[in-house]
C-alpha cells in the first residue's frame, strides 16, 4: 500500500515542484511527475536512512517536496549543460 501512496504523492509533489521552480527548461509534463515520484521515494529512502521513517514507511509531503525540488535542480544542471 505504501507503494501505491507514493506514486500519489509524487504525481501531486511533481506538479509542487514545477510550481516552485518555475523557468525554462526541457522538462515536459511527464518529466515532472517522474521527477516528483522520484523524489518521493529519494525522500522516503533517506528519512529512512536517517531514521526520521520507518523502513518501508512512505515520506511525509514536504519531505517529497524538497527530495523533488532537489532532483529537479539536478536535471536542470545536467540538461541545461548538454543543451549548451
Do not use: C, E
Amino acid at each position: 500500500m505504501h507503494l501505491l501512496w507514493t506514486l500519489l504523492v509524487g504525481f501531486f509533489v511533481g506538479l509542487i515542484a514545477r510550481a516552485i521552480m518555475p523557468g525554462r527548461d526541457a522538462a515536459g509534463f511527464i518529466v515532472t511527475i517522474i521527477l516528483g515520484i522520484a523524489g518521493s521515494f529519494v525522500a522516503s529512502w533517506a528519512g529512512a536512512k536517517l531514521h526520521f521513517y520507518a523502513p518501508g514507511q512512505p515520506a511525509g509531503f514536504l519531505a517529497s517536496i524538497v527530495g523533488a525540488v532537489v532532483l529537479l535542480a539536478i536535471y536542470r544542471t545536467v540538461i541545461g549543460n548538454r543543451a549548451d
